[in-house]
């Protein structure tokens, strides 16, 4: 007779860590080795894993367990911890009735502390829980489900990173690759080169969080787009959650990051076809490596070039970034596009598209910004070349409304049947959400685009203002 039932074990319950044990068992069990054990016979397997070819080093999840008890020898560790999940299966171990925190279910409840749960609390501190109990109270499923977790998580710099999604299929893709991809726990077990938890290429959250987008892009498209198109209105709605923690010592801590489904969506269409060799280099012109001060990008090579070597994409790609920082953090990007398409192509239809989905901007104030840049453009080179200076220059929003000013007498002398901006556009073109310096920087993105389109180069003779592109260690 079963103890408990498969899909209560592996069926997702919204909670991050005891999905991922779940898709850890579930991956176990389509294994050939595998599928015949019962989750008993699951957990002895992880269990000599642990114990034998990691040390028993879970002290960041399990503190104070019987796995990571210091006085028990190895033999010891394994059986008090199989004792222990047999009394939790079996339900023998001390229990009450109620509903399950997680799984929402009736059944017997059984205490989670920070020897058998991540980041639960203790019982020490008993006002951290409900009605002052010993700890959280979770079915036999949940307890069993977070021994497996350190299979589904990575090291990520200092802590564990656990990566999950609302796309259930990209949060089971996550565990899997883990488990089963070249490096996967699986392939390394049988040749005894398992160690531990899983280790990152990337030491910072916001580089894991997008090679991991450039990942599912790549091996698992029918999940993130709902039509070969790859247009970024049309991708599923799937939004990622990095959850960057430590159990271990007095200290509990965790860190969350979050990719929204927007900022998902426009990521993906900045790596489709239509875009990637225009969008890559731009992301890849602003690494920065305290240790690398004196290298500069090679946009031919792909490479970052010091005087004593060059490095690949796999070499620098570990480094921070502040475009990937920012489109994290929710931070604007107009100031780096501004600095970038002054000397490189880059389609204000992309910018464009960033501006209306990430930052929400009206599309009637990006349109007139447009209609601006294009008259503009359409003088004569000084006149460009002016306009360029004065924009550049402008430390306050009256200096930019003066020359708008400027624009529509002019615009008003040369003959025109339509005014260059209406009364009622005023309100949009300087929106109270929007600061005026991003406007002026969009105009002048919008100038240099049209300038790159009519092969036009203009000479201002004046060094651009990147106030905001500070260096990153």
Same mark, same amino acid.
């Given at each position: 007779?079963?103890?408990?039932?498969?899909?209560?074990?592996?069926?997702?319950?919204g909670?991050?860590?005891?999905?991922?044990?779940?898709?850890v068992?579930?991956?176990?069990?389509?294994?050939?080795?595998?599928?015949?054990?019962?989750?008993?016979?699951? &957990?002895?397997?992880?269990?000599?894993?642990? &114990?034998?070819?990691?040390?028993?080093?879970?002290?960041?999840?399990?503190?104070?367990?019987?796995?990571?008890?210091?006085?028990?020898?190895?033999k010891?560790?394994?059986?008090?911890?199989l004792?222990?999940?047999?009394?939790?299966?079996?339900?023998?171990?001390?229990?009450?009735?109620?509903?399950?925190?997680?799984?929402?279910?009736?059944?017997?409840?059984?205490?989670?502390?920070?020897?058998?749960?991540?980041?639960?609390g203790?019982?020490?501190f008993?006002?951290?829980?409900?009605?002052?109990?010993?700890?959280?109270?979770?079915?036999?499923?949940?307890?069993?489900?977070?021994?497996?977790?350190?299979?589904?998580?990575?090291?990520?710099?200092?802590?564990?990173?656990?990566?999950s999604?609302?796309?259930?299929?990209?949060?089971?893709?996550?565990?899997?690759?883990?488990?089963?991809?070249?490096?996967?726990?699986?392939?390394?077990?049988?040749?005894?080169?398992?160690?531990?938890?899983?280790?990152s290429?990337?030491? &910072?959250?916001?580089?894991?969080?997008?090679?991991?987008?450039?990942?599912?892009?790549?091996?698992?498209?029918?999940?993130?787009?709902?039509?070969?198109?790859?247009?970024?209105?049309?991708?599923?709605?799937?939004?990622?959650?990095?959850?960057?923690?430590?159990?271990?010592?007095?200290?509990?801590?965790?860190?969350?990051?979050?990719?929204?489904?927007?900022?998902?969506?426009?990521?993906?269409?900045?790596?489709?076809?239509?875009?990637?060799?225009?969008?890559?280099?731009?992301?890849?012109?602003?690494?920065?490596?305290?240790?690398?001060?004196?290298?500069?990008?090679?946009?031919?090579?792909d490479?970052?070039?010091?005087?004593?070597?060059?490095?690949?994409?796999?070499?620098?790609?570990?480094?921070?970034?502040?475009?990937l920082?920012?489109?994290?953090n929710?931070?604007?990007?107009?100031?780096?596009?501004?600095?970038?398409?002054?000397?490189?192509?880059?389609?204000?239809?992309?910018?464009?598209?960033?501006?209306?989905?990430?930052?929400?901007?009206?599309?009637?104030?990006?349109?007139?910004?447009?209609?601006i840049?294009?008259?503009?453009?359409?003088?004569?080179?000084?006149?460009?070349?002016?306009?360029?200076?004065?924009?550049?220059?402008?430390?306050?929003?009256?200096?930019?409304?003066?020359?708008?000013l400027?624009?529509?007498?002019?615009?008003?002398?040369?003959?025109?049947?339509?005014?260059?901006?209406?009364?009622?556009?005023?309100?949009?073109?300087f929106?109270?959400?929007?600061s005026?310096?991003?406007?002026?920087?969009?105009?002048?993105?919008?100038v240099?685009?049209?300038?790159?389109?009519?092969n036009?180069?203009?000479?201002?003779?004046?060094e651009?203002?990147?106030?905001?592109?500070?260096?990153?260690?």
């Amino acid at each position: 007779m079963e103890l408990v039932l498969k899909e209560n074990l592996t069926h997702p319950t919204g909670d991050p860590f005891a999905d991922a044990g779940g898709y850890v068992i579930a991956s176990l069990w389509k294994e050939p080795a595998l599928k015949d054990k019962d989750i008993l016979g699951l &957990i002895e397997y992880v269990a000599n894993l642990y &114990i034998n070819q990691w040390n028993a080093n879970l002290h960041a999840f399990f503190l104070n367990s019987k796995i990571t008890q210091p006085a028990f020898d190895s033999k010891r560790k394994l059986e008090e911890t199989l004792t222990y999940y047999k009394s939790i299966l079996n339900e023998t171990a001390p229990s009450k009735i109620g509903y399950c925190r997680f799984s929402g279910r009736k059944a017997n409840l059984f205490v989670a502390g920070r020897d058998n749960h991540i980041l639960s609390g203790s019982s020490t501190f008993i006002n951290f829980h409900h009605g002052f109990e010993n700890g959280l109270y979770v079915s036999k499923e949940i307890i069993v489900r977070f021994f497996f977790v350190p299979l589904g998580v990575m090291q990520l710099g200092d802590k564990l990173g656990l990566i999950s999604s609302n796309n259930t299929i990209v949060a089971n893709y996550y565990v899997e690759q883990l488990l089963t991809g070249p490096d996967g726990h699986l392939n390394t077990v049988g040749r005894g080169l398992s160690s531990g938890v899983a280790r990152s290429n990337y030491g &910072i959250p916001a580089n894991a969080l997008f090679a991991f987008v450039d990942s599912c892009l790549k091996n698992i498209r029918t999940a993130i787009y709902a039509n070969p198109s790859e247009n970024v209105v049309e991708a599923r709605n799937t939004s990622l959650s990095l959850y960057h923690f430590t159990n271990f010592g007095a200290k509990p801590e965790v860190v969350l990051y979050q990719l929204s489904a927007t900022v998902f969506g426009f990521y993906a269409l900045c790596q489709s076809i239509t875009y990637y060799e225009i969008w890559h280099p731009f992301v890849a012109s602003h690494y920065r490596n305290s240790k690398f001060k004196d290298a500069k990008y090679n946009q031919g090579t792909d490479t970052w070039v010091s005087p004593k070597e060059e490095l690949a994409y796999d070499s620098y790609s570990t480094w921070r970034n502040p475009i990937l920082e920012r489109l994290l953090n929710g931070q604007t990007l107009v100031p780096y596009f501004k600095a970038w398409i002054s000397t490189n192509r880059f389609p204000f239809q992309l910018i464009e598209t960033y501006l209306i989905y990430i930052n929400q901007m009206d599309k009637r104030t990006v349109q007139k910004i447009k209609d601006i840049a294009g008259f503009i453009v359409s003088r004569d080179e000084d006149s460009i070349k002016k306009a360029i200076l004065r924009l550049n220059r402008a430390k306050y929003v009256q200096e930019v409304r003066q020359y708008l000013l400027k624009l529509i007498d002019d615009n008003y002398k040369g003959g025109s049947q339509e005014p260059l901006l209406k009364i009622d556009e005023v309100e949009y073109l300087f929106p109270e959400t929007v600061s005026w310096r991003e406007i002026r920087d969009l105009l002048l993105i919008a100038v240099y685009e049209k300038l790159h389109e009519k092969n036009l180069q203009i000479a201002t003779e004046f060094e651009e203002q990147n106030e905001v592109i500070e260096p990153l260690d």
